[in-house]
Every structure is written in C-alpha cells, then in structure tokens.
C-alpha cells in the first residue's frame, strides 16, 4: 500500500508567489515524523523541513512551511517568496516509529521568471 | 563540517562487471544508509547500518548486493555481478541518531549497459 501520496507530479509558479506542494501518509502509528526533501538538477537531496506527529505547531524553516494537519493525514510544504533556484524536485518523506524512510513519488517544481 | 560524501558520482559498467559504490557519512553519525531511485520508480530503502551492525536490510533486491561497513565509519555497497535493472541513483545518508533527521550524500549513478 502507498504510504506517502504526492499527487502533483509537476507544478509551476511565479517567481515571488507562494506555492504549496501536496503530500499525503498512511500510517496506523502514533509516532510518526514527516520529512521533505529537494533534489535539484545537481541531483543532490537536500533536507529542507522535519514535522513530528506530536509538534503541536506547524514546522517552519526560513521561506518553507510545512502545513500538517494530522488529522486529514496531509503534510504539505509551502515555499513562500518562491525563487528561481527553488525549481526542482521536492520528496515527501515518512518514517515510522523506529522503521525506515518511505518516500513519495516526488513533485517537479518550476519557478518562471 | 564535511556532509556525507558518496564516491564514484558516476559509474558506467557493463552486464556482468562488478562495481563497488562508497559512502563516507557526516563525522560522528552512527546510523548510515543507503537507498536507491531506479528509473522513474520511487526512492526505496536498502539498508540501515548502526556503527558496524547491520540493524535493517529488508529493502536489499536480491544477493547481488553486500554492503559493508568495518569499523563503524565509511560504507561500501556492492554489486556483484551487475544486472540491468539495477541502473539508478544510488544514495547514501547519515543521522545522529536512529530517529534523527537523514540528511543525504550527493548520490552516485550508475548506469548498467
């Protein structure tokens, strides 16, 4: 069964504009965390933004937001003032309890100037 | 302080060849793994070292691939004898601790003729 859903598999945005990226999990355990990740062209992963299942407030790194409401299972990240170096690729990922990553399938992200 | 480090970036081999892929992690980072993207699949887990032990390698495909890593510090995976669908990105990361944020190696390709 899928565990981590990203149902864009690409999405454009102006430059300064906001953007949020989808991402769905499934999971029957309490302790969860939920991860994003941006993969450039250089092909690197790039840990941008970490969400706990018991963080009582949404996560927030510099221009990310990660906005998680648990109880609909969603986690998406929100890139605000969106820069042309924040085109890529961007991975939801979950991990279980003390199990390994599981990552979703990825959303292409293009900033136009 | 030094990311994780992943050599060769690039591997071009033919069927049958045997290639050999190393990770160097973050310094002082105990929990080491290794994942790979095939073409156009999702990023999917291998295996999970802590120091020398191997805690987790449900997600290794099949005994082609031995991974390695004798004395708790770098890690070696290797593919012997190479296989076409075995062409991917393959990645490296390291966490502090079990449940701690991964943060990834550059990646290296390797691409199967």
């Known amino acids: 069964a899928q565990k981590i859903t990203q149902t864009q598999p690409g999405m454009f945005v102006q430059e300064k504009e906001a953007v949020t990226l989808d991402c769905t999990y499934d999971?029957?355990?309490?302790?969860?965390?939920l991860f994003w990740y941006k993969q450039p062209s250089s092909g690197e992963m790039i840990f941008l933004i970490y969400q706990g299942s018991y963080d009582q407030q949404n996560a927030t790194e510099g221009r990310y937001s990660l906005n998680f409401q648990k109880a609909r299972k969603s986690a998406n990240l929100v890139i605000s003032a969106s820069q042309l170096g924040d085109s890529a690729m961007y991975f939801c990922?979950?991990?279980?309890?003390?199990?390994?990553?599981?990552f979703g399938a990825g959303t292409r992200l293009t900033v136009k100037p | 302080e030094a990311g994780v480090t992943q050599f060769p970036s690039h591997s071009v081999i033919e069927k049958g060849q045997t290639v050999t892929l190393r990770c160097d992690p973050i310094s002082g980072h105990d929990n080491l793994y290794w994942y790979r993207r095939v073409m156009g699949k999702e990023i999917k887990f291998l295996l999970h070292f802590v120091k020398e032990s191997k805690q987790d390698e449900s997600g290794m495909p099949n005994n082609r691939f031995l991974a390695e890593r004798t004395g708790g510090t770098y890690s070696t995976l290797k593919v012997q004898p190479a296989e076409l669908e075995d062409s991917g990105v393959y990645f490296c990361?390291?966490?502090?601790?079990?449940?701690?944020?991964?943060?990834f190696g550059p990646g290296t390709r390797l691409l199967v003729l």
């Open positions: 990361a390291s966490s502090l601790g079990t449940r701690e944020t991964q943060y």
């Open positions: 999971t029957s355990d309490p302790s969860y965390g």
């Open positions: 990922a979950m991990r279980e309890g003390w199990n390994d990553m599981r």
